[in-house]
């Protein structure tokens, strides 16, 4: 059985799944919230260390900005609500991705970070204003600004994931099968499961099927 340290999760659907039940792309989004809540849950059951997850793309500035408004306000209502039960939950909260958001949102972002930086049971990396082509170019400017030599071990110092291990397991719900910009070094060797259900749909028994299956891979990392 393959061990499961780090799974990374594209949260896609909706938009498409609050259109179709209410009308409002804005009430998807709501929704997906409480499958947030459900996959964190089921995550610390399965013991797994990292848990990523993509929630806004340097790409979705592209977007209405009453619906880019309505995400940042459904982020600060979150966390101001739930940080001190992560908290109590041992679970640490990283930011990824570039924190250019209004002062208020970065510094209840980097208090949510502080309180929670020493806890161990499970750490969730939030993608925020994160693109992996940015994030590599960063990396790039790094290493020549500090005339390093360029390999893998060196390039991933200036990785926002430098510290952890790489996805085991990509999930992207929402019946599309691509990548939009995600991890692209981390995934090199990841598992990738495409499901069909938009992410307000998705629930822990869902999530424990991928597992399962996960598990029964045979990984060869170019081996036989
Ligand atoms: C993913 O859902 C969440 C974010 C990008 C914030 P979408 O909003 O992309 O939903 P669809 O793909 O339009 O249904
Ligand atoms: C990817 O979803 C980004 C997040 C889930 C945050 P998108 O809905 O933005 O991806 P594209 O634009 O359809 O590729
Ligand atoms: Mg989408």
């Known amino acids: 059985m393959n061990p499961l340290k780090h799974v990374a999760i594209i949260m896609d659907g909706n938009g498409r799944w609050g259109l179709k039940n209410k009308n409002s792309r804005n009430a998807g989004h709501k929704e997906g919230l409480k499958t947030v809540e459900k996959i964190i849950k089921e995550t610390i059951k399965n013991k797994i260390k990292f848990l990523t997850l993509y929630a806004f793309s340097t790409e979705n500035w592209k977007r209405p900005k009453k619906e880019i408004n309505f995400l940042f306000n459904l982020l600060e209502n979150f966390l101001k609500e739930k940080i001190e039960d992560l908290n109590n939950k041992k679970i640490k909260l990283k930011i990824i991705g570039k924190k250019n958001f209004s002062s208020r949102l970065t510094s209840l972002l980097n208090s949510s970070e502080r309180i929670t930086s ?34 893998e071990k060196n390039l991933k110092k200036y990785l926002q994931t430098k510290d952890i291990p790489d996805p085991d397991l990509l999930i992207r719900t929402g019946n599309t099968k691509r990548l939009s910009n995600f991890l692209l070094w981390q995934i090199a060797y990841s598992e990738i499961f495409f499901e069909k259900k938009l992410w307000p749909d998705f629930n822990e028994r869902d999530y424990y099927k991928v597992i399962k299956k996960y598990k029964n891979i045979k990984r060869n990392f170019g081996n036989i």
């Open 118 to 151: 020493k806890n161990k049971r499970l750490q969730i990396n939030l993608a925020l204003n994160y693109g992996a082509k940015t994030e590599l170019i960063n990396a790039f400017k790094e290493l020549k600004r500090n005339k390093e030599i360029i390999n």
